[in-house]
């Protein structure tokens, strides 16, 4: 039985190559989304900073002199953003093509992990929270990429994650379309309302990219308003300073 089974899912494999063949988003060749080649040519983040000052910082956490009353405490990153990572997630925001992201979540190292989890650890409790779309930015794309991409990594690294907690009440002009980081801030101000209460809880907010932070220090501070303990970010990619 199980030989047929396993035919049968080779057979439904080989007839999706052929009606939808995958193809490398770096070098373009057949048969994956992303090849060894270009796999081994992103860049994994060396080196942490303050999501403050972004100035150097031990774990990723935010200097004691740089915090304020609702700051964000910390921030981690997978990969810099540009090049191949950049293509990556602009293809994955735009058209859903969930096995790209398994893909893409699979070359993220065992120790890139690790850190990850060391780093929750450091938040006992703590929940992962995809930054949410409008609702009607969903119903246009299909989907929510970081819900996506986030639940896989939740599952891998053994943490609760909320899709619903923080809702984006406030239909907002994508943020890319900003042209200064004080216009992104402005943009999504008040955009964004919570759906339980999170006094003394932990989180992670979590997002493709990590570019000026406006988003998820908006989520941070709507949070900490409301009594939430630690706040920290994480992203697949940041650009690297
Ligand atoms: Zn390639
Ligand atoms: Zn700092």
């Given at each position: 039985m199980a030989t047929n089974k396993s035919k049968k899912v080779n057979f439904t494999?080989?007839?999706?190559?052929v009606f939808f063949p995958k193809f490398c988003f770096g070098c373009g060749r057949v048969g994956t989304y992303l090849c060894p080649e270009c796999t081994s040519k992103l860049q994994i983040i060396d080196r942490d900073i303050c999501a403050i000052c972004e100035k150097a910082s031990y774990f990723g956490l935010t200097h004691n002199n740089c915090k304020k009353r609702y700051s964000i405490d910390g921030l981690k990153s997978f990969f810099v953003y540009e090049g191949l990572a950049k293509k990556i997630i602009t293809k994955i925001k735009y058209q859903l093509v969930s096995e790209s992201i398994d893909d893409l979540v699979a070359t993220i190292n065992i120790e890139s992990f690790k850190k990850i989890t060391?780093?929750?650890?450091?938040?006992?409790?703590?929940?992962?929270?995809?930054?949410?779309?409008h609702e009607k930015r969903k119903a246009m794309r299909g989907f929510n990429q970081s819900e996506y991409i986030f639940s896989?990594?939740?599952?891998?690294?053994?943490?609760?994650?909320?899709?619903?907690?923080?809702?984006?009440?406030?239909?907002?002009?994508?943020?890319?379309?900003?042209?200064?980081?004080?216009?992104?801030?402005?943009?999504?101000?008040?955009?964004?309302?919570?759906?339980?209460?999170?006094k003394d809880r932990?989180?992670?907010?979590?997002?493709?990219?990590?570019?000026?932070?406006?988003?998820?220090k908006e989520i941070t501070l709507l949070l900490k308003q409301n009594g939430a303990k630690k706040v920290c970010a994480l992203t697949?990619?940041?650009?690297?300073?």
């Open positions: 494999e080989f007839l999706k190559n060391d780093f929750c650890n450091l938040f006992p409790g703590v929940i992962l929270i995809p930054v949410p779309l896989i990594i939740a599952q891998k690294l053994g943490i609760e994650i909320k899709n619903n907690l923080v809702m984006r009440t406030k239909h907002t002009d994508p943020q890319a379309h900003m042209k200064s980081p004080r216009a992104r801030m402005e943009n999504v101000k008040g955009a964004f309302e919570i759906s339980e209460n999170v932990s989180f992670i907010i979590c997002d493709d990219v990590w570019t000026t932070g406006s988003t998820i697949i990619a940041r650009v690297y300073v």
